[in-house]
């Protein structure tokens, strides 16, 4: 069975397909099932929306159909926050999708964590993952649905804005452009208008010596460097070449 799945997935393109055919294997009831979740993979649906989670810095991550799928490449941006975390440190992860680097970031405890998302899906799917840790989910854009308790208290502001640029979209595999929210891709012509938006609020909501990280591309990096000055941050970027991961790290004086 398992060699036939593999043959299936293989021929299909999946590069992985002997880690996915046991994903299917575990997630499917018996045969018949198993048979529909291969089908629907073929098809090119994500394996995270088949299977119900994402594998992210070692945990298990609920991700819903139709929510985005947290990449690998993003654990990069939650070692850089979780390396500034103390005793009481307050968290917010923006436009948090399934709330993958809510969840990591609040499993180290001792922290107070919040997210926030525009998507209703996503929201629902990050309260499923952050809430039983403690956090706080909230539904809006941006900074607007946080609590004014929050303002001037954010140590670690942790960011994975849309950020491909519209004409860009088209280029992206079927399995994102198809099945994921246009508005957790889109960023706008050069992919940096969210980016710029989260950056122009951010005085009102970062604590004296806080940090904002953003996930950005090595095509944006210096541009993000640049708006990150400008804003009053002082910028590093942070690389991971094995994950393609450039990340942002600005710090407040």
């Known amino acids: 069975m398992r060699a036939d799945v593999i043959t299936t997935l293989r021929a299909a393109g999946c590069v992985f397909a002997e880690d996915e055919a046991d994903l299917l294997i575990s997630a499917a009831a018996g045969p018949d099932e198993l048979d529909e979740l291969v089908a629907r993979r073929v098809a090119g649906l994500p394996l995270e929306h088949i299977v119900g989670f994402a594998e992210f810095c070692g945990r298990r991550i609920a991700v819903d159909p139709g929510v985005f799928v947290p990449r690998r490449r993003t654990e990069l941006l939650v070692e850089e926050a979780a390396r500034l975390l103390r005793p009481g440190s307050v968290v917010l992860d923006m436009c948090c999708g399934s709330g993958a680097a809510a969840t990591v970031l609040a499993a180290h405890g001792g922290v107070e964590v ?9 929201v629902a799917c990050a309260r499923r993952n952050v809430e039983p840790l403690g956090g706080h989910v ?5 900074y607007e649905p946080l609590p004014d308790s929050l303002r001037g208290r954010v140590d670690v502001l942790v960011v994975n804005v849309p950020y491909v640029p519209t004409d860009a979209i088209a280029l992206m595999p079927p399995e994102a452009r198809l099945y994921e929210p246009t508005v ?26 806080s940090r904002l990280l953003l996930e950005t ?22 690389r991971c070449e094995e994950r393609g991961a450039v990340v942002a790290v600005g710090q407040r004086a």
């Open 114 to 122: 919040h997210a926030t998302d525009i998507d209703p899906a996503a």
């Open 138 to 142: 909230y539904e809006g854009d941006l």
């Open 184 to 209: 957790a891709l889109d960023g706008g012509p050069d992919g940096l208008d969210i980016a710029r938006r989260v950056l122009s609020g951010a005085s009102d909501w970062l604590a004296p010596q």
């Open 217 to 238: 591309s090595d095509e944006q990096a210096d541009t993000v460097r640049a708006l990150f000055a400008a804003a009053g941050l002082a910028p590093r970027l942070a």
